[in-house]
């Protein structure tokens, strides 16, 4: 390899949290901060990718040289992620997408009446099962997956049920991941798992996409 592997190659990446709003003032989020998908724009922009960043609301500044789509809710995710991710090379869900939105946002502020409140959610479609199925599908579809316990099961179970070639697992909850500038992944395919120890997002986002590039290059 050159030390750009991916050059000319288009990477679409989605990143952190969806706003699902209840209210023209109230939404229900995550704390996902949108650091380890910006950190693996920038590292698939300096090995040469045509970056696409596909990003919830965070306070990040865009890593040069790469194009960002801003959205807030997950169908305003799923909308731009489709788009952007129809015949490209490699995808990577990196976002932490909102599993369910309430079933309708309220055209006026919801006042504070009752003693108890009920909201019915409904369930989210699932971005990176739906760009996994395109009939141009992204030659490497990548997940990421946010578990609090059994990380690996969890992990590998997704990466079968969503149809992926990869999927990086991480730990969450108790301080991890979320939010943090370090993290700690696995990476797992249908035959093969690899440990990557504990280091800065933007070490592991360079790490993951030298394994991603060297996939490609076997897939071609
Ligand atoms: O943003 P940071 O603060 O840096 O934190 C990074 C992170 C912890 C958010 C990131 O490393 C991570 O794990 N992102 C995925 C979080 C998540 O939603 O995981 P999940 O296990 O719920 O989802 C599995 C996969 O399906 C993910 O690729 C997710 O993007 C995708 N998904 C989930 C639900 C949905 N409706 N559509 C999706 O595409």
Known sequence: FGPQPLLGRQVVITAGPTREPLDPVRYLSNHSSGKMGFALAEAAKALGAEVTLVSGPVSLATPAGVSRLDVESALQMRDAALGAAAGCDIFIGCAAVADYRPASSQPQKIKKSQDKLTVEMVKNPDIISEVAALAARPRLVVGFAAETQDVEHYARDKLQRKGLDLIAANAVG???????????????????QLPLPRASKRDLARQLMAELATLLSEKA
């Open 174 to 192: 108790d301080g991890l991941a979320f939010g943090q500038d370090d993290n700690q992944l696995t990476l797992i395919t249908p035959d093969r």
